[in-house]
């Protein structure tokens, strides 16, 4: 069945021009001039998205736009609704996000900005019509459908996110991915990927945050040769890159206003322009965004744009940190474990149950990522393919001093595991000088011989 758009504008041209688009594009559509003309068909029929002008009369301050938007979403929450204005404003289009429009456009707009708004919008309304009433999948259901198999987990938070993933994945919605460092940002968005209609087409990750000022518009628009000084060849740009595909902005958070500016109207206008040419490219990817910082908090404090902020999340996941979700600890070590030992080429390792639990009472400041780091260290350092506390401690031992706290968390080591990695990690950097690593802990060579014998170390 087609899909049914109302489009709602005071000036004939405009509907008359939807209306033969959307033909074309093979929904059907009805038409209203005013506010009260729509509210009759809306009453009459059903819509699977509405069109909505901001302004009916000679003002142009969006009132009336604003007025008709909330009783819509008072009497038609589900109705997906679009904005748009001839007299778009940063502050409007924003105000009608948090009344719950769904996307906004603004005039002028070419067709394939549009019709990648209707689609986008119509997509995920569809998504969601279908999932409506549906019980949540399990962990079985989800990889029995899907390739989740990068993400491991059971988790409920974990698992409500993938439910998401699945519901979105097969849209063109832009996503936000936000959680913090270590949590897999990446992964996720390698998943939304892997499971779209556009697996096929290349995945492009870019850490925004790490491109310098000088460099951005090269770097994600391209440049012909002769574009500048240095322009000796040409360079193709990161969204011309992901044609057909998906573009990860990782770090997104990172950037100044003047490049979220020029991304901003990217995304809004689906255009750019190769630097050194005047021809307009039509951007056709998807992208996936996902920093570790609170953008919310940023936009409070004008540090962050708040119409690139509403671009970015048509969706928002958040990834729950590790140790929000330890009861996957075990499924993730196993994992690891597997992955390691034939990156060493060590048959069936294994991790003993008090070096699980000695795993279980850390908080995990770098998450994932830091866990798998303690975990290859400690197969490096063990003579056993079964890992036990103990080289869980000489790992942890050997943690850089950024990437653990100077002091271990309250609960999650006894004084005497505190005295045996000190007196490890000490050996191992001053190279067994047992009379280097008297005099660095204040104590005489003597009480580090009673130390190594007390606790089994041999130098």
Do not use: C
Request: without cysteine; aromatic residues 6%.
């Amino acid at each position: 069945m087609k899909k049914r758009i109302l489009i709602v504008d005071d000036d004939p041209a405009i509907t008359a021009s939807f209306s033969l688009l959307s033909k074309h594009a093979g929904f059907h559509s009805d038409t209203a001039d005013r506010p009260e003309s729509a509210f009759k068909l809306l009453g009459q029929n059903r819509y699977d998205l509405l069109l909505q002008d901001m302004n009916f009369s000679r003002k142009t301050d969006g009132a009336e736009g604003m007025a008709m938007l909330k009783k819509v979403k008072a009497d038609f929450p589900l109705l997906p609704v679009i904005l748009i204005t001839a007299w778009g404003s940063v502050s409007l289009a924003v105000e009608g996000m948090r009344a719950g429009a769904s996307d906004f456009v603004t005039k002028p707009f070419a067709n394939e900005q549009i019709l990648h708004s209707i689609n986008t919008v119509l997509g995920l309304a569809s998504a969601y019509a279908r999932a409506e009433g549906d019980q949540p999948r399990s962990r079985a259901g989800l990889d029995r459908d899907f390739d989740f198999s990068e993400i491991i987990g059971n988790d409920p938070a974990l698992l409500n996110m993938l439910n998401i993933m699945t519901r979105v994945s097969r849209t063109d919605a832009s996503v936000l991915i936000m959680g913090e460092s270590g949590t897999g940002k990446e992964l996720i968005a390698e998943a939304i990927h892997h499971n779209s209609e556009r697996k096929d087409a290349p995945f492009v990750k870019v850490n925004i945050g790490g491109v310098s000022a000088s460099l951005f518009d090269s770097e994600m628009f391209g440049h012909v040769k002769g574009a500048f000084t240095d322009a000796k060849h040409s360079r193709t740009g990161r969204f011309e890159l992901a044609e057909g595909g998906t573009i990860f902005l990782d770090e997104i958070g990172d950037i100044d206003l003047d490049r979220q500016v020029k991304l901003l109207r990217v995304l809004q206008d689906r255009t750019y322009e190769v630097l050194g040419s005047s021809k307009t490219r039509t951007l056709n990817a998807r992208v996936i965004s996902a920093t570790n910082r609170d953008l919310i908090k940023m936009v409070e404090a004008d540090e962050f744009r708040e119409d690139f902020f509403y671009r970015l999340n048509l969706i928002t996941l958040r990834v729950p940190p590790l140790r929000e979700r330890l009861g996957d600890l075990a499924l993730l070590t196993d994992y690891f474990l597997d992955k390691i030992g034939k990156v060493y080429r060590q048959d069936r390792l294994t991790m003993s149950q008090a070096a699980i639990d000695r795993l279980q009472r850390l908080k995990w400041q770098g998450n994932i990522r830091e866990l798998k780091q303690v975990i290859e260290r400690a197969v490096l350092l063990s003579n056993s393919p079964t890992l036990d506390r103990d080289d869980i401690d000489r790992a942890l031992a050997m943690q850089p001093d950024d990437a653990s706290p100077k002091l271990p968390d309250v609960g999650s080591m006894t004084l005497e595991e505190m005295e045996r990695a000190m007196i490890e990690k000490s050996m191992i950097q001053y190279n067994n000088n047992v009379g280097k690593v008297a005099e660095v802990l204040g104590i005489s060579r003597a009480a580090v011989y009673r130390r190594l014998e007390k606790f089994g170390i041999k130098p």
